[in-house]
């Protein structure tokens, strides 16, 4: 080796020497002392901090749920047994970051915000922390905008408004995710972006709703989260948070979204298991005692923004199951305490064939009528009174008693109204047809039709002015209301098509 090799190894040892800046950052670290059903107890690291991502031999990941005097407690979000003893962990000063943006649209996710659907890698920089901090009250608007959920029954007497938590509760097949799959149906065309978040479903039953969004076109505008059963606890615990951070996105672009938590009885359970397993003292049914910040600080972000921040919105559905009927269980009324009201769906009315199975009586919404379309108030504005007396003179109607004639008005009548109400799952109304059968139902239109008939004689003229009286229509439906004269159309056909409809019936 001459001389001027040595001059050509000196001169790129010095040039790497000089341009080399050290790094000085520094990782507080800590092993795993116990791993056990997704959950890991961490000795050393004094400096974590609670709801850190902690990175476990550069592989695995992890969140800060539990801290003590000497250890640490977290929760894997890989495969439960992915962790094991002695393992060396590192701490990285950050939360769990998902993916977000309008590439999210379109997708299923797991709740890592990873692609499940076998469409490719999602193409997106943007990324979002799972937990935020709520808008505070200076930043939010007055909810008075109304989400039209193209159910009759939830648009006139349990009305929801952009920014707003309705909660859906009732015991199992009682047809709330069904109710919450037509509301995310009846936005396709409004510019309302939506989110379904799946917590502890069956595979199938997630499959099934996928399929449904995408046979009706809508899941272009939605974005499905999904934690199946098969999931660990610690996946189907953070599912509805990155559901929120991605909603929260197009929240904060000024967009308005709908979310749904389908439901909040399997994320409590979620929970509950990783806090048993953590070692927390239990409470009521076995529960922790943050059980109620926990839904609290999810369906807090829920808000309709003022025009400085965008005027964007999210309008939250949670889901709850409960268990013959108890509403009055820990986690029901938590949620409820929550939310701006809830949809109580009752058995007892879904297995007699009322179908959305609404308990007029139990359900609420403390939004009301301010974020309600005006012809739906003025025409409707009676309905859930007609429907409570309705309910409460049908139980003593069973008896048997002799009724007088008045009472006997009143229980067709009502009999009338709620056959009108009946929709079949994925059928929806306009905002114009839905006035006009409200109308045609509470100025006693119906008199004259058998009980029994006017469900379908209900769907049969709304298709009929459709065809014949377009503009009627499209002019109650530009006006969210039915004028005089509009109504004055609608009655005389209404006599008109009766008498056509049962001549045909009886040829």
Do not use: W
Not at 166 to 193: C, F, H, M, P, W
Not at 242 to 258: F, K, N, P, Q
Not at 275 to 294: M, T
Not at 378 to 395: D, I, P
């Amino acid at each position: 080796m001459d001389k001027t090799d040595y001059k050509k190894i000196n001169d790129a040892l010095f040039s790497e020497i000089s341009n080399y800046t050290p790094d000085y950052s520094s990782h507080s670290t800590g092993r795993v002392l116990f791993s056990g059903d997704g959950v890991i107890k961490i000795g050393g690291m004094p400096d974590a901090k609670y709801g850190e991502l902690l990175d476990v031999e550069g592989k695995y990941r992890a969140i800060v749920l539990d801290l003590e005097e000497n250890e640490v407690g977290a929760i894997v979000l890989d495969a439960e047994d992915a962790v094991s003893a002695n393992m060396l962990v590192k701490s990285t000063g950050h939360i769990v970051e998902v993916p977000v943006g309008k590439e999210m649209f379109g997708r299923v996710v797991d709740p890592l915000g990873n692609a499940i659907d076998g469409l490719g890698e999602i193409h997106t920089s943007t990324v979002r922390a799972i937990e935020a901090s709520a808008p505070s009250i200076a930043d939010r608007a007055k909810v008075e905008e109304p989400l039209m959920t193209g159910i009759i029954a939830i648009d006139s007497m349990i009305p929801i408004g952009k920014g707003q938590r309705e909660l859906i509760i009732g015991d199992r097949q009682t047809g709330k995710t069904s109710i919450a799959v037509d509301a995310i149906l009846n936005q396709k065309g409004k510019d309302v972006y939506c989110v379904y978040v799946a917590i502890g479903q069956k595979t199938s039953t997630v499959s099934s709703v996928v399929h449904t969004l995408e046979r009706f076109g809508a899941l272009e505008y939605t974005s499905v989260v999904c934690s199946t059963a098969h999931d660990s606890a610690p996946l189907q615990y953070i599912a509805p948070f990155t559901g929120c951070a991605i909603a929260e996105e197009m929240m904060y672009s000024g967009h308005d979204v709908l979310i749904v938590y389908d439901d909040l009885s399997k994320h409590a359970i979620a929970y509950r298991a990783m806090s048993l397993l953590l070692k927390r003292p239990p409470g009521r049914e076995a529960f922790p005692g943050d059980i109620f910040y926990l839904h609290s600080r999810l369906l807090e972000r829920a808000a309709k923004l003022n025009d400085s921040f965008g005027g964007g919105s999210m309008t939250a559905l949670p889901i709850i199951e409960t268990l013959a009927g108890d509403i009055s269980a820990y986690v029901p009324t938590n949620v409820i305490s929550i939310t701006d009201g809830q949809i109580y769906l009752e058995s007892e009315l879904f297995n007699s064939g009322v179908r959305p199975a609404v308990n007029v009586g139990l359900s609420v919404s403390r939004v009301g009528g301010s974020a309600q379309v005006k012809g739906i108030r003025k025409v409707g504005g009676k309905l859930r009174l007609y429907l409570s007396q309705y309910r409460e003179l049908s139980v003593f109607a069973q008896f048997g008693s002799e009724l007088d004639g008045e009472t006997t008005a009143m229980l067709e009548k009502g009999a009338r109204i709620t056959e009108a109400l009946k929709q079949d799952v994925r059928s929806h109304y306009d905002t114009a047809h839905e006035i006009i059968v409200l109308y045609i139902a509470m100025k006693e239109l119906l008199k004259e039709i058998p009980t029994n008939r006017v469900s379908s004689f209900v769907k049969a003229f709304t298709e009929y002015l459709d065809i014949h009286h377009a503009d009627i229509v499209n002019e109650i439906e530009q006006n969210g209301d039915i004028g005089m004269e509009a109504g004055l159309v609608v009655e005389k056909e209404m006599r008109t098509f009766a008498d056509y409809y049962f001549k045909e019936e009886n040829r």
